[in-house]
């Protein structure tokens, strides 16, 4: 009934005055309720989101009531916007549309979801294991967190190294990723028991990419057979991966308790590198 | 703070000894927030980076019985578990090296494979000694009516484990040393070596020494640093425990107890991983 009288438009006196304001009010509530309908899906990026989830939506603001014409100047305006990676774009453009229709990422092609994730790992690799000091935003990394990066890097791993042992191979990989997913666990617990702040999957998440100087070295050392070479490719590829995983892990505990805090990543990155050598 | 127990005025021994262990140990569960609360376990880790250390040295001072002093007013298990951890990676990564030296030398030819299995044993022997040992001791001990508290048993029993490390380094090269060519092995080079230790001392003490170590043969020596290192952290639980029990003639038994599992622990070590 309700859904009825919402439909049938009251009449009125029908000058084109009129209908001009009811055409725009029609606009402005749309505009409202879900910009995404009437916008392109980057319009909300030019705001930077300080996340990426799509289930934390609180610091997106809401879509200013702006009439027509200044949206047609922010639509002008996102093509010279700097791209922040378009995933931030279509999550919350899931936000902002809650009742519009249904949300890009389910009716996109499959190859851009595997291009938007390929590309959030590949930024996120960047952040963390190339860390560079004058980058612009030091701690997008912890907020853009995910954990593909880390499973493929954890199974690619455990695969280099099962593959390169004569036997046993399935517990070689056993070990290897049990090694690595409890110790990524115990380690994050281990921050925290010792008074840290740090977010349970953020660390898991940071843990994971460290290893992928590991994976680099795990490649060549599958290549190659020398066991000088080896140890020298190793001893690299865990000073990388230290390396990485030290400005996290320190910033995350009271400076006194920093060492407390490296010690066991140290020990779990040693283990990791003697399987490495030890596999031939 | 120290929370004093009302007097609760039947006086015996028993209750006056409990009396302010429980007073203490009334502090910690104020903070107890449930088994699946981090914030629960946080206060038996709250030591600092040289607090551990100052910890992890005394340790390697057998002698001194005044280990649960250090840790009375903050015990933690930090050592506990990171103790144990190392100590099971250096086993099974010094096992396998051990290993891959002697397949090297005998054969020629490296048919080595790195033996995964060898990481269950160290983990499974060297956790469930931590753990379930001072387990037993805590139940027994409250049993017999004396105070005990399980988390400084975990503490000190876990930095009792440290002494094995370095031992756990020593114990494959000794097999390097003697799987040496012949041709490595003559006095000179050894004379060059001990030079470095016994610099100071006159030239043939030097030579008597040199010919007394290649005298004795290498597994012997593995046996000498073993038994070195089981009695050094066997007196060092022992010692431990008897000044914290302080307690009558008949306790004394369990100290002896603790003395032998110490020892026999470290025996397994060698025997099992070393052999």
Same mark, same amino acid.
């Given at each position: 009934?309700?859904?009825?009288?919402?439909?049938?438009? +009251?009449?009125?006196?029908?000058?084109?005055?009129?209908?001009?304001? !009811?055409?725009?009010?029609?606009?402005?509530?749309?505009v409202?309720?879900?910009?995404?309908?009437?916008?392109?899906?980057?319009?909300?990026?030019?705001?930077? +989101?300080?996340?990426?989830?799509?289930?934390?939506?609180?610091?997106?603001?809401?879509?200013?009531?702006?009439?027509?014409?200044?949206?047609?100047?922010?639509?002008?305006?996102?093509?010279?916007?700097?791209?922040?990676?378009?995933?931030?774009g279509?999550?919350?453009?899931?936000?902002?549309n809650?009742?519009?229709p249904?949300?890009?990422?389910?009716? !996109? +092609?499959?190859?851009?979801?595997?291009?938007?994730?390929?590309?959030?790992?590949?930024?996120?690799?960047?952040?963390?294991?190339?860390?560079? +000091?004058?980058? !612009?935003?030091?701690?997008?990394?912890?907020?853009?967190?995910?954990?593909?990066?880390?499973?493929?890097?954890?199974?690619?791993?455990?695969?280099?190294?099962?593959?390169?042992?004569?036997v046993?191979?399935?517990?070689?990989?056993?070990v290897?990723?049990?090694?690595?997913?409890?110790?990524?666990?115990?380690?994050?617990?281990n921050?925290?028991?010792?008074?840290?702040?740090?977010?349970?999957?953020?660390?898991?998440?940071?843990?994971?990419?460290?290893?992928?100087?590991?994976?680099?070295?795990?490649?060549?050392?599958?290549?190659?057979?020398?066991?000088?070479?080896?140890?020298?490719?190793?001893?690299?590829?865990?000073?990388?991966?230290?390396?990485?995983?030290?400005?996290?892990?320190?910033?995350?505990?009271?400076?006194n308790?920093?060492?407390?805090?490296?010690?066991?990543?140290?020990?779990?990155?040693?283990?990791?590198?003697?399987?490495?050598?030890a596999?031939? | 703070?120290?929370?004093?127990?009302?007097?609760?005025?039947?006086?015996?021994g028993?209750?006056?000894?409990?009396?302010? /262990?429980?007073?203490?140990?009334?502090?910690?569960p104020?903070?107890? $927030?449930g088994?699946?609360?981090?914030?629960?376990?946080?206060?038996?880790?709250?030591?600092?980076?040289?607090v551990?250390?100052?910890?992890?040295?005394?340790?390697?001072?057998?002698?001194?019985?005044?280990?649960?002093?250090?840790?009375?007013?903050?015990?933690?298990?930090?050592?506990?578990? &990171?103790?144990?951890?190392?100590?099971?990676?250096?086993?099974?990564?010094?096992?396998?090296?051990?290993?891959?030296?002697?397949?090297?030398?005998?054969?020629g030819?490296?048919? &080595?494979?790195?033996d995964?299995?060898?990481?269950?044993?160290?983990?499974?022997?060297?956790?469930?000694y931590a753990?379930?040992?001072?387990? /037993?001791?805590?139940?027994?001990?409250?049993?017999?009516?004396?105070? /005990?508290?399980?988390?400084?048993? &975990?503490?000190?029993?876990?930095?009792?484990?440290?002494?094995?490390?370095?031992?756990?380094?020593?114990?494959p090269?000794?097999?390097?040393?003697?799987?040496?060519?012949?041709?490595?092995?003559?006095?000179?080079?050894?004379?060059?070596n001990?030079?470095?230790?016994?610099?100071?001392?006159?030239?043939r003490?030097?030579? &008597?020494?040199? $010919?007394?170590?290649?005298?004795?043969?290498?597994?012997?020596?593995?046996?000498?640093?073993?038994?070195?290192?089981?009695?050094?952290?066997?007196?060092?639980?022992?010692?431990?425990?008897?000044?914290?029990?302080?307690?009558?003639?008949?306790?004394?038994?369990?100290?002896? /107890?603790a003395?032998?599992?110490?020892?026999?622990?470290?025996?397994?070590?060698?025997?099992?991983?070393?052999?």
């Open positions: 009934m309700s859904n009825s009288h919402s439909d049938t438009i +009251p009449l009125r006196p029908s000058n084109s005055q009129s209908d001009i304001d !009811e055409i725009r009010s029609l606009i402005d509530d749309s409202h309720s879900g910009p995404a309908v009437v916008l392109p899906a980057r319009h909300p990026a030019t705001t930077p +989101p300080p996340s990426s989830s799509p289930f934390i939506s609180s610091n997106i603001p809401p879509p200013p009531p702006v009439s027509s014409s200044s949206s047609l100047q922010k639509l002008q305006a996102v093509p010279a916007a700097p791209p922040p990676p378009p995933p931030v279509n999550s919350s453009s899931i936000v902002a809650g009742f519009g249904p949300p890009n990422t389910l009716t !996109e +092609p499959v190859l851009d979801t595997v291009k938007r994730d390929l590309w959030r790992i590949v930024s996120n690799l960047k952040l963390v294991v190339f860390p560079n +000091p004058f980058r !612009e935003d030091p701690g997008k990394a912890l907020r853009d967190w995910d954990l593909w990066g880390p499973f493929f890097f954890i199974v690619f791993l455990g695969v280099a190294l099962s593959w390169s042992a004569s046993k191979k399935s517990q070689v990989f056993a290897a990723f049990a090694l690595l997913a409890a110790g990524a666990v115990i380690l994050t617990l921050v925290l028991l010792l008074g840290g702040h740090i977010i349970f999957f953020q660390s898991l998440s940071l843990l994971g990419y460290c290893l992928f100087p590991l994976d680099v070295g795990a490649l060549i050392c599958m290549l190659k057979d020398n066991v000088v070479a080896k140890v020298i490719i190793v001893c690299l590829a865990l000073a990388w991966s230290s390396w990485a995983a030290y400005p996290f892990m320190s910033s995350a505990v009271n400076p308790r920093k060492a407390l805090a490296l010690y066991p990543v140290l020990l779990m990155y040693l283990s990791v590198g003697f399987l490495i050598i596999i031939d | 703070m120290q929370i004093f127990p009302p007097n609760n005025g039947s006086g015996r028993y209750q006056t000894l409990e009396a302010p /262990a429980e007073s203490f140990e009334q502090q910690p104020n903070n107890w $927030k088994v699946f609360n981090i914030s629960s376990y946080t206060q038996y880790f709250n030591v600092d980076t040289d551990v250390i100052n910890r992890l040295i005394s340790s390697f001072h057998p002698t001194a019985g005044d280990f649960f002093n250090k840790i009375e007013a903050n015990p933690d298990l930090y050592g506990l578990i &990171w103790i144990t951890t190392t100590l099971v990676f250096m086993l099974s990564c010094f096992e396998n090296f051990a290993t891959y030296l002697m397949q090297k030398h005998t054969d030819t490296t048919t &080595w494979s790195f995964v299995g060898y990481v269950n044993v160290a983990a499974s022997g060297i956790y469930g753990i379930a040992v001072p387990m /037993a001791f805590y139940f027994l001990l409250r049993y017999l009516g004396s105070n /005990a508290s399980l988390i400084r048993f &975990w503490c000190m029993w876990g930095y009792s484990l440290s002494i094995f490390m370095p031992a756990a380094v020593s114990l090269f000794k097999i390097a040393y003697s799987l040496m060519p012949p041709r490595f092995c003559n006095c000179r080079s050894h004379l060059e001990l030079k470095v230790v016994f610099g100071n001392l006159d030239f003490i030097r030579i &008597w020494i040199s $010919k007394f170590l290649l005298l004795i043969p290498v597994e012997f020596l593995r046996w000498i640093i073993i038994l070195i290192t089981g009695t050094a952290s066997s007196c060092f639980v022992a010692l431990n425990l008897r000044s914290y029990i302080e307690g009558g003639n008949d306790l004394t038994i369990i100290v002896i /107890a003395f032998l599992l110490q020892m026999a622990l470290s025996i397994f070590i060698k025997v099992w991983f070393f052999p």
